[in-house]
Structures are given as structure tokens and as C-alpha cells.
């Protein structure tokens, strides 16, 4: 006899054998209990693996450059904890699957229950039901939920360490730089020293060393190099550009108009609705004219029309003759294939060299906190690394909510101005640059057609004597400078 039909007919057998089986096994409230106490213990140990990733990132900034077998070491255990998270998500995910599953089925008992009160109502209704393809159907179901099951443990099951050097080694250099980004800027905010000498009652014998006198900034910066904000202000000089013209390009809804009006300083492009059509707005920072081209957003989750294709490729044309960079604007959150998928079918519409001349703007930089923007370029995977090596590793962080002078316009500036030094001016299309050299080409022809060479048989010192007459049984051959008949003997 079926589970079924010995539920509907109840009898002393049946209720003897479910009450083994609750004294037997646990209840569903207990298992939902117990899930719910492990999912708290397992949020208690993924607080604890961040908590010690930090730890090991910090450890591999101390000992980057003085030991790096304890740097490499530290970045292998954080690799690990990173692996032990990862399983930890799959192991509450499966988890949260069967508190469901016991959660419905702890409803389906009691909805059966107020059904069997019911099926004695209709049992002339269903004669002709078979409860043997009911069971067959509800063992094929728990048959799947094993099937499940089986997946989710092969998925969240851990493997061995499959580090590669060459990554850590990368990451460990740019664990590197941040430290010293962060110990430059320390350094910055320290008071200087004064270059003036200062009164002393001692006056210094002539035969004292000149390398015992206490040395200043300057000599400072000698010995331990050029000073790195001197060098880059250096650098911005040499590469500073009366005009600067940008496209900004993304999106809708990423803050990219609000990024134009940061760079303004005023709002110009309107934020309550997104933009059909392009528009162009000018502005004077620190001495430079600043052109900026805002282009309608393309759509996230269907194809952008064409008309916005056409409109979004003439925006490039609307700052002759042509831009210095276009400002990839990309909102800090979850970035996924889609959006690398997007981003590679608009960036299709300007060619493939427009990637040179590309620069990443991440808004919405508030949410990164205090987590720093090579850290979420890591945690966030190969599809964003994949946009940045295709613009070169070039971004910037701006915050929109900081408006008029403020020091981060001028590096974004700096930025775009290096890049356009780096890559060799404008961003041209490549048909009007295939015009342009085909136009180059005919010049130079008509130079060469102009300046034609002597016949190798002709007499030099008869083609120096302009003035000459022609001899008889001559062939006259006009010339293309000057209507002058040079002759040519017969041979």
C-alpha cells in the first residue's frame, strides 16, 4: 500500500509507525532551528576569514620589500581564506535551499492534513485518480532534490592550492605601490623645512666636514631621488594643452551627465531625464579651454536603437578636429558580462583605435568606503579587468558631490593630457584617416610628377643649355615646369 493511501485512510498502523518516526527523527521546526544556527555560525566564520585576509594583506604591504618569501607567503594564505569564503557562500546557499525546502514542507503537511478532512467530501470526484502515479511523481521529486543536492556539494567541494606566481608576484607589486602612494602622501602633509639658516651662537669651524652640517629638503631630495609630486607637476607642464576636449560615454544612469557638470563646475546637462541627443558645453579650467561633449546613454538590458547609435558616434565630430579622450564612465557596484558586452559593442561603433584614447571614470565612489579601488577592481573579476587592459589601466576615481575648484579636476585633467601625449594627439575615425593619408599620398605624386627626372641618354650639359636650339631629326618634348623644348638625340 502506498504513503498516500495510508495517510488517507489512517489507520492504527499508520499512526503507530508515524510516531516511531517523530520519536525516531528530528521534527521539521528543529531542523529549521538548527539550519538557522548554523548559517549564524557560518556568517560568524566569513567575518573572521575578511577579518583575516586583512591581516594577511597588511602583513604582505610590511614585508613587500624587506622579505618577500613572507610577502608571497602571506598572499598564498589569503588566496586561501579567499577560496574558504567562496565555499562558504556555495555551503549557505545550499543551506538556504533545504531551510526552504523544510519550510515548505512543513506547510505542505499541514495543507495535506486540512485535505484529508476534505477528500472524504470528494472522493466521488476523484475515483478515477491514481494515487500510485502520485507516489511515482513525489519520489521522482525527492529523487531530484538529491540530484541537487550532490551538485551543490560537488560545487562547494575545496581543491588544492592553484596559486600562480606570476599573479601573486603582480599583485604583490601593486600591494607595493599602494604603500608607497600611501607614504608619499604622508609625507606631503609634513611640515617643511626651512631652507634659511637659522642663528647659532656657535660659529662653525672652517675644517668641519661639509657632510656633518644637517642637510635640508633639498639635499634630502638628492640623495633619495627627485621628489615625486615635483616630478609630476614637471610632467604636467610638458604635457599641458591650451584645449582640452572629452566625450563621455555610458550608460544611462551611471552619473555620467553628473560627471560633465563636475567638470564644469555648473550644471549644464540635465539629470531629471536621460539625453536623446548630444550636448556640447564649454568651460575654462586653470587657464585651459575645456570642451565637453555629453552622448545619450546606451541601454543596460536590450540594444541600443540605431538612432542612438548614429547620435552617440556624432558626438565624436562635435569637437574638431577631434577629441583628446573619451571619459568611459562606469558606476562602482556589481559590473557583469553584460556590461563588458555593452561596453564592447558601443566602444565597436568609433573602431578599434578608439580603445587608445579611453579613459575609465568610476562614480559613485562613496560606496567604495574605505576599500580602495584596486581592491574592487580585483574582487570584481576578469570582465572589468578586461575593459581597463583594453584602455590601458587608465582610470580615476571622481566624486560628484564635490563641485567648482577642487585639486581632483585638475588631475582627471592631467590625466587625459598625458594620455593624449602618450598615444600622439586626437582621437581621428579611421576612415577620415585613411582620406587623410590617401590625400597625403596624392601630394606627394604631384611633387614627384613635378620634379621629373632627366632621360638617362640625354647629354647633361644639353639639358643645362635651356637656351639652345633643338638639332634636326630631334623629337621635342615639352617640359612640365616651363614651355622650354628640351631635345633628345636619335639614336
Known amino acids: ?209 661639509s657632510s656633518r652640517v644637517p642637510s635640508g629638503a633639498p639635499s634630502q631630495r638628492t640623495k633619495d631621488g627627485p621628489d615625486p609630486e615635483e616630478a609630476r607637476r614637471a610632467a604636467a607642464a610638458a604635457n ?50 575645456v570642451v565637453v561633449v555629453d552622448t545619450p546613454g546606451w541601454f543596460s538590458s536590450q540594444n541600443t536603437p540605431p538612432s542612438y547609435q548614429q547620435e552617440i558616434v556624432r558626438g565624436a565630430s562635435m569637437c574638431p578636429p577631434g577629441p583628446h579622450a573619451f571619459l568611459l564612465v562606469i558606476p562602482v557596484g556589481m559590473f557583469s558580462d553584460v556590461d563588458r558586452a555593452r561596453i564592447q559593442e558601443h566602444m565597436a561603433l568609433f573602431g578599434e583605435r578608439a580603445w587608445k584614447h579611453t579613459l575609465v571614470v568610476f562614480t559613485w565612489s562613496e560606496v567604495l568606503k574605505d576599500i580602495s579601488i584596486e581592491r574592487y577592481i580585483r574582487r570584481e573579476g576578469r570582465d572589468l579587468k578586461w575593459v581597463l587592459e583594453r584602455c590601458g589601466k587608465r582610470y580615476f576615481v571622481i566624486n560628484n558631490n564635490i563641485w567648482g575648484e577642487h585639486p581632483q579636476l585638475a588631475r582627471l585633467l592631467e590625466a587625459v593630457e598625458k594620455m593624449a601625449a602618450e598615444v600622439g594627439g586626437v582621437y581621428i575615425p579611421e576612415k577620415e584617416e585613411e582620406k587623410k593619408e590617401e590625400e597625403e599620398e596624392e601630394e606627394e605624386k604631384k611633387e614627384d610628377e613635378a620634379v621629373r627626372p632627366l632621360d638617362e641618354n640625354q647629354n647633361p650639359q644639353e639639358g643645362r643649355d635651356l637656351g639652345a636650339r633643338p638639332k634636326q631629326n630631334s623629337a621635342p618634348r615639352l617640359c612640365s615646369e616651363s614651355l622650354i623644348y628640351i631635345h633628345t638625340p636619335i639614336l
Open 1 to 209: 500500500m502506498s504513503k498516500m493511501s495510508r495517510m488517507f485512510k489512517g489507520g492504527s498502523g499508520s499512526s503507530s509507525s508515524s510516531s516511531r518516526s517523530k520519536k525516531s527523527g528530528p521534527s521539521p521546526q528543529e531542523a529549521i532551528h538548527r539550519l538557522r544556527e548554523t548559517e549564524e555560525m557560518l556568517t560568524k566564520k566569513q567575518e573572521y576569514l575578511e577579518q583575516k585576509i586583512e591581516q594577511e594583506i597588511a602583513i604582505a604591504k610590511k614585508n613587500g620589500t624587506k622579505n618577500k618569501r613572507a610577502a608571497l607567503q602571506a598572499l598564498k594564505r589569503k588566496k586561501r581564506h579567499e577560496q574558504q569564503l567562496s565555499q562558504i557562500d556555495g555551503t549557505l546557499s545550499t543551506i538556504e535551499f533545504q531551510r526552504e525546502a523544510l519550510e515548505n514542507a512543513s506547510t505542505n503537511t499541514e495543507v495535506l492534513k486540512n485535505m484529508g478532512f476534505a477528500a472524504k467530501a470528494i472522493k466521488g470526484v476523484h475515483q478515477n485518480m491514481d494515487i500510485d502515479k502520485i507516489d511515482s511523481l513525489m519520489q521522482d521529486i525527492t529523487e531530484q532534490q538529491e540530484v541537487a543536492q550532490e551538485i551543490c556539494d560537488a560545487i562547494s567541494r575545496p581543491f588544492g592550492d592553484t596559486f600562480d606566481e606570476d599573479e601573486l608576484l603582480a599583485e604583490l607589486a601593486e600591494l607595493e605601490k599602494e604603500e608607497e602612494e600611501e607614504r608619499m602622501k604622508e609625507m606631503a602633509r609634513l611640515p617643511r623645512v626651512p631652507s634659511s639658516k637659522t642663528p647659532s651662537s656657535r660659529v662653525p669651524s672652517s675644517k668641519t666636514p
Open 240 to 289: 599641458r594643452l591650451e584645449e582640452v576636449r572629452v566625450v563621455l560615454l555610458g550608460w544611462r544612469w551611471p552619473g555620467k551627465s553628473l560627471t560633465g557638470n563636475t567638470i564644469l563646475g555648473r550644471e549644464e546637462f540635465r539629470l531629471e531625464r536621460a539625453a536623446e541627443f548630444c550636448v556640447k558645453r564649454e568651460t575654462e579650467v586653470e587657464g585651459r579651454q
